[in-house]
């Protein structure tokens, strides 16, 4: 089965460079449980860099195997304060592993020559579930701060998301206009 895997550029992420053409990723939405996590970072919206996003991490990684029952892995980079806020969840017990997310990676098509929204939720909240592996949630958050990008301070964060029972659907996309939607999560009843 196919995967939808891409490895994202950091510092494009946070310094967008017109002149540099690769792929860049967003979280820009993000509950846990009854915690919202804070869009508190800017960046630029690489389709057009004339407009800021409010984002709450800068992608460094994302995983989807394609399945309607697969998990979304998002790897990125978190504020100081979304550090604190995720550490503490980690730290305690969660009893509500319930996710609302929204993201958005973007790819550059050489042909069109602009970037394009290559996998994303389509500005629509995703329902989700932290993800188990054995007793432990999919969840962390790095202790030291990252050196990717040295200014403003950031932090790794790694998640796991499997559906919520309902049908969702994600969209992924090959190159501008070139556009497919995947079902994730399946209806019960």
């Known amino acids: 089965m196919p995967e939808f895997r891409r490895p994202l550029d950091i510092y494009q992420g946070y310094n ?6 690769t792929p860049v990723g967003y979280i820009t939405k993000m509950t846990i449980g009854e915690t919202a996590v804070a869009a508190d970072q800017t960046c630029k919206d690489p389709t057009n860099p004339t407009q800021d996003l409010k984002v709450v991490a800068v992608l460094s990684d994302v995983l989807w195997q394609t399945g309607v029952t697969d998990a979304v892995y998002l790897s990125g980079q978190v504020s100081t304060a979304n550090r604190q806020s995720l550490a503490l969840m980690v730290y305690n017990t969660l009893v509500n592993i319930n996710v609302v997310f929204q993201f958005s990676v973007y790819d ?3 042909l069109a020559k602009k ?3 290559a996998f994303h939720s389509n500005s629509t909240d995703m329902k989700g579930l932290l993800e188990k592996r054995g007793d432990e949630l999919n969840l962390s958050v790095a202790d030291d701060v990252s050196s990717e990008v040295q200014s403003p301070e950031n932090y790794s964060l790694s998640i796991g998301i499997k559906p919520q029972p309902s049908a969702q659907a994600l969209h992924i996309a090959t190159g501008d206009q070139k556009n497919v939607v995947k079902s994730w999560g399946l209806a019960v009843g």
């Open 16 to 21: 967008y460079k017109k002149d540099k053409q």
């Open 108 to 110: 550059y098509d050489p």
């Open 115 to 117: 970037y394009f929204l």
